[in-house]
């Protein structure tokens, strides 16, 4: 798809991460795996995850301590997260996922269809915020690259009559061509 993002799939059961790649794979973005929290952290640590499908009950860290962890540091704050439950409907799940920001709370088995229109949707907005954001940086260093002068000092410039480089004197040259 071009992206050099993956959606990471995290549960501690390997036919639950078998079918959720298997109703995933028609969307060909490119898919990893982890069976436990720790292993999570340590690849969206890495770099490079753009959605997180991660179920909340495992062995060890839960799915909301992982969200919990995630949501404090800048580089992974906005990671999208659907959490997945295999437990039914928990009214102290619910508002703890969405307190910490999920994006969505799915109750397994979940719907092939569904979650390729949720994971589509999520993970494209993600790739254009990121895009925007990239686009922004680069458009804010061309433009303080721009406002600072190179050539001359601010000595110099805050002299009378002072002309920033390239600008053009009343007979038409500029400070470059006045020093030859």
Known sequence: MGSDTKILIVDDHEDTLYAL????????YDLGRA???DEALKQVLRGRVGLLLLDVRMPG?????VVR??????????????????YGPDH???????GL??????????DP?????????????????????????????????????????????????????GQRDRRGSTPAQDRT
């Open 21 to 28: 790649e298997s109703a995933l794979a028609p969307l060909g």
């Open 35 to 37: 069976t436990s929290g």
């Open 61 to 65: 860290v839960s799915g909301l301590d």
């Open 69 to 86: 962890y995630l949501r404090r540091l800048e580089q992974t704050q906005h990671i999208p997260v659907v959490l997945l439950t295999g």
């Open 92 to 98: 102290e799940l619910t508002s703890a996922a969405f």
């Open 101 to 110: 920001g999920v994006a969505d709370l799915l109750m397994k088995p979940v």
């Open 113 to 165: 269809w569904a979650l390729r229109t949720k994971v589509r949707y999520l993970y494209d907005a993600h790739q254009r915020h990121q895009a925007l954001e990239r686009e922004v940086r680069e458009l804010r260093a061309l433009t303080e690259s721009r406002a600072e002068p190179k050539t001359e000092s601010r000595a110099e410039l805050d002299k009378p009559g002072a002309r920033l480089p």
